[in-house]
């Protein structure tokens, strides 16, 4: 009888060992405490904004959420999950900030927090110089690749209707831009910075970028929290400072090599 009691208190205590310990993995340092690591998630296929480059994950919003997290005193750890994991992760709180060129709006916002904005986007479309397209009415009885679960799904979705065949969807926008160059699709629609970066940096692959404002809509990119993350006031608050101080500036100019417009973005 002692044995059996002497058992369960051992069995009881693991329990607890072991719920205890769950509870801290789950998030790294959401709760406010500077001296633990954020870990942040990113989905590296997305250059300039993220991207892998010798096996480390390189690009603005890397060099942005790095400044941003030092201006709030934190330590962050960035880490390539996917597009698709991301938004797994920080509804289920295993990691605290999303950064990957993420467009707040409405829907998101149900389910999470967003920081204040840090970038202007719009969706554009990427054809091949040859290519009859003119404007996003053009995509209408054509093939196209798209990057699942992003902005530029929903756009063309509401071209093309939500269930037509015509419309590729990829887990990540590389290899929707790999579609159209072997000819599976006729147009790939994304954010503007991306495909635009790609055309300036593979000129010989002889793709052009059409603008169409009035199909798709300005966009602003934000930091992604779990709804109610008590990180939000803080880096909010180190967003703003970063923009001011010329922090955001000289990344801008790194990647861009131009002085960043911040009107739209601060308004
Ligand atoms: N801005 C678009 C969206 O939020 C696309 C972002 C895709 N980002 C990425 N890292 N793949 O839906």
Known sequence: MKKLKLFTTILAAAFVFILSACGTSKTSGGDGDKDKTLRVVTDAAYAPFEYQDKGEVVGFDIDFINAVAKQAGYKVKVEHVGWDPLFVEIKGKTADIGISAITINDKRKQTYDFSVPYFLSTNKIMIPKDSPIKSAEDLKDKVVAVQNGTTGQEAVEKLLG????????????NLAIMELKGGG????????TVIEEYVKNNPKENFVIIEDEAAFDKEFYGLLFPKGSKLKADFDKA????????????????????????????A
Do not use: H
């Open 162 to 173: 939500a269930e037509s065949k015509n419309l590729k969807k990829f887990k990540d926008n």
């Open 185 to 192: 699709a006729d147009a790939v629609v994304a954010d503007n």
């Open 239 to 266: 967003v703003k400072e970063v923009m001011e101080n010329g922090e955001y500036a000289k990344i801008y100019k790194k990647w861009f090599k131009v002085d960043p417009d911040l009107t739209e973005v601060k």
